[in-house]
């Protein structure tokens, strides 16, 4: 598994995009871009929650479909791989995204995530590279955490992304 390859993939997508929308990220503003990639994170990682049902006192665990999983999963994903390509935390790798503590309770592992999104933007936006790269890493790790949670192991977390989106 070479996390490079995802942002590698990540990037291709994205530069895919813009060409074929014709939209300039500067004619939306930076800041709107910036904004928009965390707000994107955010809402992606929401729909995860809402297919889990996590988040409802009354409503006992369904069986979710593992193709639905995944493409909620791989949504939220990009934009965190996004995310990684535009502040050039793409340098991490499985090594020490493995090193990080697991958190098998779905429940707090999404309030982690959410915390991490907010701090990893107020790092960011007061310039602290390496504090946003940490926070950044573990954030990657958690997203990691929360696959294997749901039942989906990074490796065809890995696969499925390199073999559906490479084809596109």
Known sequence: MDLQHLFKI????????MQISDI??????KENVFDLRFLALQIKTGEIANLTKCYKYSKEQESIPKDKLFVRYLDAMKFLLS?????????IDKYAIEALEREENIIKLFSS?????????????QNNYIGALSIYTKLFAKYVNLGEVLGLSFDEVYAYYTKNYMAS
């Open 10 to 17: 990540q990037s291709i997508i994205e530069n895919s995009i």
């Open 24 to 29: 300039k990220e500067d004619a939306l503003g």
């Open 83 to 91: 995310i990684g390509n535009v502040h050039e935390f793409n340098i």
């Open 113 to 125: 995530i959410y915390d991490g999104i907010s701090n990893l933007k107020e790092e960011i936006l």
